[in-house]
């Protein structure tokens, strides 16, 4: 079926070549995230039918290549491999993105494809090159990608994951997505060396792959430290671990000092890197701590990563412009430069970052009260969108670690859709394609 649409494409356009403009770049990755989770349900309906609707197989496949990693099946120790495979490959395509790959080989068929890199790739990316033909980046980006896959592969299985498990899940802890092959996730293996093994490559995973890119090429550890996304996403989310680790402790959730360090640090940076797995189920902690964690979904991962959120260069962009604010409060006349690392960041993109900013607590606010308003309770529905809008999968309720998206209705399954599709494309880049202006000539 994939095939034959393809066929069908080449045969009425395969005639034209040229130069995308921007707004070609702009449809075609809407158009990219929209329509292929349709054929990636293809594989979900032939086996689930007729249990399986199409809105609940569409939500698995935008999930899957959204790399959100929410679920609606259960059941999963009990799925063939080659399902539960299916849908940690979806994750780690979507990881760095299909467009990225398709930048690559455009170029053979006589297209341009840097209006598509631009569109589909956050933060940095945007504004550079790392190599001076965007083909180059593309297929560089790919091989660091697929070189610590293999890394994390056989990383897995060293640590005691058998083979299966381990190739499942080393797809989606690179795609920062989530799905496992059990319902328990990875409170099924109950083991600290492949918890270890996974937090250091969410790690890697939540971190800007042109960043992974330049220290390779330069063979240098030098970069990550020129980065101030990287310094940011590790102090702030470390300190969280620790924080979170005495906060349990303290209130008895566990009895060990070592014991609340685990489970802290496991799940902190499983939902600050948007990936979602859970060792435990953290609802059953006290409030703070699943919320807390629920905030550094919103921010913690680096731009150019596979993870979800504003990232943390906008973040810290965000912060600096509020001190900024302060200071002229105190100082009118004084001029106050927002850096970035050591750059100038000029009011156009600072601009561009506080409306951005606000569109993204305008999504979160009215899509939590369409989950509200369709009888959804408060926390479920807040936490769904957060979920969701984040790509991060588990929220907190009825949609939390130890059960799935299948409570909800219909409706509410595909508002959770959109929140996907609208996190994963950063917003603008699928509401300008339904703006009347992107349609004039």
Request: glycine share 10%; net charge neutral.
């Amino acid at each position: 079926m994939t095939l034959a649409a393809g066929a069908l494409a080449h045969f009425f356009a395969g005639r034209h070549t040229g130069e995308l403009r921007v707004k070609d770049g702009f449809l075609i990755v809407v158009l990219t995230w929209t329509l292929l989770p349709a054929f990636g349900t293809i594989p979900l309906m032939a086996y689930f039918w007729p249990k399986l609707s199409f809105t609940d197989a569409y939500f698995e496949a935008v999930s899957g290549l959204t790399t959100t990693g929410a679920t609606v099946l259960e059941g999963l120790d009990n799925l063939p491999f080659s399902i539960n495979l299916w849908r940690a490959e979806l994750v780690w395509l979507g990881g760095m993105g299909l467009i990225v790959l398709a930048v690559a080989i455009l170029p053979l068929l006589g297209v341009g494809g840097r209006q598509m890199f631009k569109a589909e790739a956050p933060g940095p990316m945007k504004e550079s090159k790392l190599t001076p033909r965007m083909a180059e980046t593309a297929k560089g980006l790919w091989l660091i990608y697929g070189g610590i896959t293999v890394a994390c592969l056989l990383s897995l299985r060293w640590a005691g994951m058998p083979w299966d498990d381990a190739l499942i899940h080393t797809f989606t802890i690179m795609g920062l997505g989530g799905f496992s092959s059990h319902d328990a996730s990875f409170g099924f293996f109950d083991s600290v060396p492949i918890e270890l093994v996974t937090i250091f490559f969410m790690t890697l995973a939540g971190m800007n792959f042109a960043t992974h890119f330049l220290a390779w090429r330069g063979r240098s550890l030098a970069v990550y430290r020129h980065d101030p996304e990287v310094m940011w996403f590790l102090a702030v989310m470390y300190a969280s671990v620790a924080g979170v680790a005495v906060f349990l402790w303290w209130n008895g959730t566990y009895a060990e000092f070592l014991t609340a360090l685990r489970y802290a640090a496991f799940n902190v940076v499983s939902i600050a890197t948007t990936t979602g797995y859970a060792n435990t189920d953290y609802y059953q902690w006290p409030l703070f701590a699943p919320l807390w964690m629920l905030f550094l979904s919103s921010f913690a991962t680096c731009a150019g990563s596979t993870g979800g959120g504003i990232k943390m260069g906008r973040a810290i962009i965000l912060y600096k412009q509020v001190f900024r604010e302060l200071l002229r409060a105190m100082h009118p006349a004084a001029v106050h430069p927002i850096k970035f690392g050591t750059q100038a960041i000029p009011n156009s993109i600072v601009f561009a970052v506080l409306a951005f900013g606000f569109m993204y607590m305008v999504v979160l606010v009215s899509m939590t009260l369409v989950m509200s308003l369709s009888g959804l309770e408060i926390v479920t529905a807040f936490s769904a969108v957060v979920a969701c809008v984040n790509n991060t999968g588990p929220g907190l309720a009825q949609v939390g670690p130890a059960t799935t998206y299948a409570v909800l209705t219909d409706f509410q399954t595909w508002v959770c859709t959109v929140c996907m599709l609208l996190g994963r494309l950063e917003i603008f880049t699928l509401l300008v394609v339904f703006t009347p202006r992107f349609w004039r000539k």
